[in-house]
C-alpha cells in the first residue's frame, strides 16, 4: 500500500512539471500564479472508498453521501491548510507542496487518534478564486479498517479571512 501511495505521489508531483516549453508559456500566459488570499468554502464528495484488508473502512464517510463542507482561511503565503483537506479529527501536516501556475499537488501525511496513519495525494488546478482537485487517500492503521479513498474536492473564496481571536 505504501508503495502503491508513494508511486501515486510520485506521478502527481511529476505532472506538475511535464509539458514542452511553448506549452509551459501558453499555460503561464493564462493561469493564475497563485490563489487569492481569503476565506474558502471546501466541499468534498467521495467518489470511490474500498477495504484495502477486507474489514469495514475506518470513516465515516461513504460513497452518494453528503458532500463534507468546511471553511479554511488561505493566507497571502498560498498555503491551504492541511487539515481542510483531510478529514474531520484528524491531524494533518503538508509533506510536499506546488500551487503554482495554476497547478496545485499536495501531499498529506495525517494521524487519525487511535487508529494510524492516512497519506493523501491532491492534484488538482487553480483558479485566482477557487480550486478544483482530486484527493487519493489510503491509510496505514494499526489495526483493521484499512481503506483507499478517491474524493472530488471543489473550493471557492467566499470573502476575506474572519480577524483571529473573533
Keep these: 500500500m505504501r508503495s502503491f501511495l508513494g508511486t501515486a505521489a510520485a506521478a502527481l508531483m511529476l505532472s506538475a512539471c511535464g509539458g514542452d516549453a511553448t ?17 474558502y468554502e471546501i466541499s468534498a464528495r467521495v467518489d470511490d472508498l474500498r477495504s484495502t ?3 469495514t473502512p475506518s470513516t465515516k464517510l461513504e460513497v452518494g453521501g453528503a458532500p463534507a463542507v468546511t471553511r479554511a ?4 503565503d498560498n498555503a491551504i491548510p492541511p487539515a481542510a483537506l483531510g478529514e ?3 491531524s494533518c501536516t503538508a509533506r510536499e507542496t506546488y500551487i503554482r501556475n495554476g497547478r496545485l499537488n499536495l501531499q498529506l501525511m495525517c494521524k487519525r487518534p487511535g487508529k494510524g496513519d492516512i497519506t493523501h495525494a491532491v492534484d488538482g488546478q487553480f483558479k485566482a ?4 482537485a482530486q484527493v487519493i487517500s ?6 483493521t479498517g484499512d481503506y483507499a479513498m478517491t474524493r ?7 470573502g476575506d479571512c474572519a480577524a483571529k481571536g473573533a
Aim: charged share 25%; hydrophobic share 30%; with cysteine.
Design 53 to 55: 484488508d477486507k474489514t
Design 23 to 39: 506549452e509551459a508559456n501558453n499555460t503561464a500566459d493564462a493561469a493564475p500564479t497563485s490563489l487569492q488570499a481569503g476565506e
Design 152 to 158: 472530488s474536492i471543489t473550493a471557492k473564496r467566499v
Design 73 to 76: 482561511c488561505i493566507g497571502p
Design 88 to 90: 474531520a479529527g484528524d
Design 129 to 132: 478564486d477557487s480550486f478544483d
Design 138 to 143: 489510503g491509510t496505514s492503521f494499526s489495526g
